[in-house]
């Protein structure tokens, strides 16, 4: 009769420790730390701009390198955080401003943080994102849109924004974002 109880208990013992792996790995994945990339291409040869968001995972994202050379972008490096008695907040934004010259003018790109709570303790304060504009010969051909609206839910977040030039024309993509993250 011992045996028969310690068969039904190693079972049961496996079982747990494997659910309870399962759960911490999974908790290990969440609390990884992601940092958000946003990047700029003018390409006159082409004759198209493209602005990509993405995340840096697995361990890449604490030693890269932003280059403006580049045309990769934080959107923290584009906040200004100051620490006052009640809180950790965000006191001042920055736009990037860049202009690319295609076949068919001027086009003035604004790259700038997604801010979803200036507290950063608050709720979806250690969240960002970035939002862009874009300009034709300084009139306004997209306005103001964000890659991510809100910082829960499974809203679609925009990837990629490819301006054409011939056709003075843009093309939003967009994922889900449990695809995204």
């Not at 040869?45 to 361990?59: M, V």
């Not at 200004?80 to 068919?104: F, G, Y």
């Not at 977040?157 to 994922?175: A, L, N």
């Amino acid at each position: 009769m011992a045996v028969s109880i310690k068969t039904k208990t190693v079972p049961r013992l496996a079982t747990t420790s494997l659910v309870i792996a399962l759960l911490w790995s999974q908790a290990c994945i969440a609390a990884e730390k992601m940092y958000p990339l946003i990047s700029y291409k003018c390409d006159a040869d082409a004759d198209i701009i493209e602005i990509t968001n993405s995340l840096l995972k697995n361990g890449q994202g604490a030693n890269f390198k932003y280059s403006d050379e580049d045309g990769t972008y934080s959107p923290w490096d584009m906040v200004e955080i100051a620490q006052k008695s009640d809180a950790t907040r965000i006191i001042r934004t920055n736009k990037i401003t860049r202009v690319c010259n295609l076949s068919s003018g001027d086009y003035t790109i604004e790259i700038e943080p997604q801010v979803f709570n200036k507290d950063l303790n608050g709720r979806c304060g250690a969240s960002i994102s970035g939002a862009v504009t874009i300009l034709h010969d300084g009139i306004e051909l997209l306005e103001r849109t964000a890659f991510e609206d809100y910082c829960h839910g499974n809203a679609p977040i925009i990837t990629r924004i490819t301006v054409f030039g011939k056709t003075i024309e843009y093309k939003i993509k967009r994922i889900a974002k449990y695809k995204f993250y």
